[in-house]
């Protein structure tokens, strides 16, 4: 099992910028990737960011590319989000996810471990 704590979510002004955080325990996550999701109201949840931790290789939705930049601290066992430009579009709840399989897909169903999702709120 793994366990995933998300938090760095918040209220910001459009233009603004914000740093999600996920904490991972229980396993290690030498050979996962490790992705971002957002779902706001009434829309399904949408691919953000990933990282496969073995071979550091990213992909990014291309809504959030030059904007959001994904990284991982392989010491603490965390996975960063960097959120710039923040735009109302973006609001939603975030969640980390983990997938046992270093490829990166985009797709939220290849995902075997959720958090709980942090809110963020980008006002215009």
């Known amino acids: 099992q793994v366990q995933l704590v998300e938090s760095g979510g918040g209220l910001v002004q459009a233009g603004g910028s914000l740093r999600l955080s996920c904490v991972a325990s229980g396993r290690t996550l030498s050979s996962y990737t490790m992705g971002w999701f957002r779902q706001a109201p009434e829309k399904e949840r949408e691919f953000v960011a990933a990282?496969?931790?073995?071979?550091?290789?990213?992909a990014y939705a291309d809504s959030v590319k030059g904007r959001f930049t994904i990284s991982r601290d392989n010491n603490q066992s965390t996975v960063y989000l960097q959120m710039n430009s923040l735009k109302p579009e973006d609001t939603g709840v975030y969640y980390c996810a983990a997938d046992i399989n270093p490829l990166i897909y985009k797709s939220s169903g290849h995902y075997d471990y959720w958090g709980q999702g942090t809110q963020v709120t980008v006002s215009s």
């Open positions: 990282v496969s931790w073995s071979s550091g290789r990213t």
